[in-house]
């Protein structure tokens, strides 16, 4: 639910903060996407296009 209101229902936004959680995820070796990755991801890009 996090990423779909940061998104604002846009699927284009949705997807790009997805692939940035999954490759965070990935960096830190872990197997589970956990909320604290999302909460980061949806921190710094936002959902200014950036």
Do not use: F, P, Q, Y
């Not at 209101?5 to 959680?21: C, F, H, K, N, T």
């Amino acid at each position: 639910m996090l990423l779909h209101e940061a998104a604002g229902s846009s699927l284009r936004e949705i997807d790009r903060m997805a692939i940035a959680a999954l490759r965070e995820a990935a960096r830190r070796k872990k197997k589970l996407v956990e909320r604290d990755v999302i909460a980061r991801i949806v921190g710094d890009l936002g959902t200014d296009g950036s």
